[in-house]
């Protein structure tokens, strides 16, 4: 039998770097090594030195590598799935000036505000790059950054995202890929390439950016022996494009390109995201209108508070994150880190319907429901926007699939099941992002196209993939969380 080979899978999120160490052949993830992340900020900052992600990328493929029990030689391959958005500002010699400014830092609302009206409208923006500005996006960070920083913008030499950046200090290549891309809000999905006007209105030159592979499985080059040695991997295996974190968690399932398209996706992490592969443009200012990996498109919407925001609640309420129960008459819409979905950056939690019987154990099920109500509404808004209605039976019951650390959590499975009346579906597999880099990986060492790969990987049902049927909607609080949202807005969230 030949010997095994394995590629390495990066997701580098906003808590955590994860590595894994996936069979080339079947797709088996033998070993996933961990690292931390921090995060730093207060009100709207949020903030995370780029070496501290680099450096849990090592100690992830460390201890990923240690666990797998494998030599070193059976690697033949890399990629990195990044958290999106992050602007990541370098020196001529591709130190790092300063923290990079993460999706979730709210700072730069006012740009964002300014960048939309100068174009005359969201509209404007959805034509041109797919996605109306809004705090997340790179091109508000980095005209922020000119206003708020100018030493270190007027030292900057090369603006990377978070993945670019790892990328690059693995090949040596300056490199990204049309999905990451599609975030920065410079880059147009109409034409696949950077948007010299909107470079120009931002003060920026393509000499700053990474070149735009074909796709995130792309090879951009060779793993360089400094990289080897500091990873402890041979030099000269492949490096792909890589991408964003959501693109890869698609290629991962097996959505996009030849593979499946329309299956809604829901993903619960730091953000809640949800998103659908398709092979249509989507023009709607409703929805962020970003590419997939390989340039096709991936239309998603994203909540800034998920499951951060919920286990803060419960720690704040000294429960463990599974002892809710549903919140009765509460209702708790936890933006603790103001929301992009609705667009109230300046927002912070609400909580209302208290009683004297009202239970910690309902307050920490009502945010659960304040956080799934939000994201789910989001789906529904996507739906609508890709000329889908979501209250069209067919539609409706189309499977969910849930992904991202919170659909390991029961909770969050019984919340997502309760409010949104779908059947779901929970891969056994809870690193879809890191098994999407993987196939990403795979492609660029040779193994073909990616979703493919990750589609011949995932053919095997695992005994851990769960499909639940529907429950019956939970209309009652679904409408009671939907007005307590519509009503308090502009009075109380700073709409
Ligand atoms: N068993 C679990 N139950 C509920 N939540 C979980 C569980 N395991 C992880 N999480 C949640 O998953 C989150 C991390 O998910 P992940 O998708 O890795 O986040 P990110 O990509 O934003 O770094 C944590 O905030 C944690 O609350
Ligand atoms: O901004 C977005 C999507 O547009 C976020 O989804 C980030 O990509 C961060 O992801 P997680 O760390 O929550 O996985």
């Known amino acids: 039998m030949p010997p095994r080979t394995v590629v390495i899978g990066v997701d580098s999120s906003t808590q955590s770097t994860k590595a894994a160490v996936t069979d080339t052949e079947t797709g088996e993830l033998l070993a996933v090594g961990r690292a931390a992340h921090v995060v730093n900020g207060e009100g709207g900052a949020r903030e995370t030195d780029p070496e501290v992600w680099w450096q849990a990328l090592r100690d992830a493929v460390a201890a990923g ?170 030099a000269g295996i492949a490096v792909a494009a890589g991408t964003g974190d959501n693109m890869s968690a698609a290629v991962g399932l097996g959505l996009g390109g030849a593979g499946l398209l329309d299956h809604p996706v829901l993903s619960l992490g730091t953000s809640g995201t949800v998103f659908a592969a398709s092979r249509t443009r989507p023009a709607s200012t409703a929805l962020s209108g970003f590419a997939a990996a390989d340039g096709t498109y991936l239309p998603l919407a994203c909540t800034l508070n998920c499951t951060l925001a919920v286990d803060k609640v419960a720690t704040l309420l000294g429960l463990h994150r599974d002892d809710a129960t549903p919140g009765g008459e509460a209702v708790l819409l936890p933006y603790l880190d103001g929301e992009r979905t609705p667009d109230l950056p300046t927002s912070s939690g609400l909580l209302t319907g208290l009683r004297h019987d009202t239970t910690p154990q309902q307050l920490l099920g009502a945010a659960y429901e304040g956080a799934a109500f939000t994201v789910l509404r989001a789906l529904d808004e996507l739906l609508l926007a890709c000329g889908l209605d979501p209250a069209d039976p067919e539609v409706a019951g189309r499977p969910l699939r849930l992904v991202g650390g919170g659909a390991q959590g029961r909770t969050w499975v019984e919340t997502v099941r309760r409010l949104s009346g779908r059947p779901l579906l929970v891969p056994g597999s809870g690193e879809l992002v890191a098994l999407g880099a993987a196939a990403l990986a795979a492609s660029a060492a040779g193994y073909g196209d990616p979703v493919a790969v990750a589609t011949r990987w995932n053919a095997k049902p695992s005994d851990t993939d769960a499909e639940l049927p529907p429950v019956e909607r939970d209309t009652e609080t679904w409408e009671r969380v939907g007005s307590v949202l519509d009503r308090a807005a502009e009075p109380l969230l700073g709409a």
């Open 65 to 234: 590598l240690k666990e797998s029990g494998l030599s070193a030689s059976a690697v033949v391959g890399i990629a990195v799935a990044g958290q999106q958005h992050g602007l990541v500002t370098l020196d001529r010699t591709g130190r790092p000036l300063r923290p990079a400014l993460l999706w979730n830092d709210t700072r730069s609302a006012p740009q964002a505000a300014a960048l939309v009206a100068e174009l005359g409208g969201p509209e404007a923006w959805t034509a041109r790059t797919g996605t109306v500005p809004v705090a997340s996006m790179t091109a508000t960070k980095w005209r922020w950054l000119r206003e708020n920083d100018p030493a270190s913008a007027g030292a900057t030499a090369f603006v990377r995202l978070p993945h670019d950046f790892l990328t690059e200090r693995l090949a040596g290549v300056a490199a990204t890929d049309p999905g990451d891309a599609s975030g920065t809000c410079w880059y147009s999905t109409a034409t696949g390439a950077y948007d010299p006007e909107l470079l120009d209105r931002l003060g920026l030159d393509t000499s700053m950016l990474p070149e735009v592979a074909a796709t995130g499985g792309a090879r951009i080059g060779s793993l360089t022996e400094a990289a080897a040695g500091a990873l402890g991997l041979p």
